[in-house]
């Protein structure tokens, strides 16, 4: 009886630690045009460096006409 009790104990601990871990909480990204990159976005990186001057944490290329947008927690 007691290791079944014990085991019981060892289990619920376990599923506790579990959902603990699980708890985290992702801010929503906003996404916008950059206002002063030109020309046909090719590198994220470089997108990503004119969105930082522009006061945004990045930014990626995306779209058929390959624009540059810049990226923030909302």
Do not use: W, Y
Request: proline letters at 1%; hydrophobic letters at 35%; aromatic letters at 6%.
């Amino acid at each position: 009886m007691e290791r079944k009790n014990l085991r019981f104990l060892v289990l619920l601990l376990v599923l506790i630690s579990q959902e603990m871990a699980l708890t985290r909480v992702d801010a929503r990204r906003c996404e916008s045009p950059s206002q002063t990159f030109r020309g046909l976005c090719i590198l994220d990186r470089n997108c990503a460096l004119v969105c930082q001057q522009e006061g945004f944490s990045g930014g990626h290329c995306r779209g058929f006409r390959h624009r540059c947008f810049c990226v923030k927690d909302c």
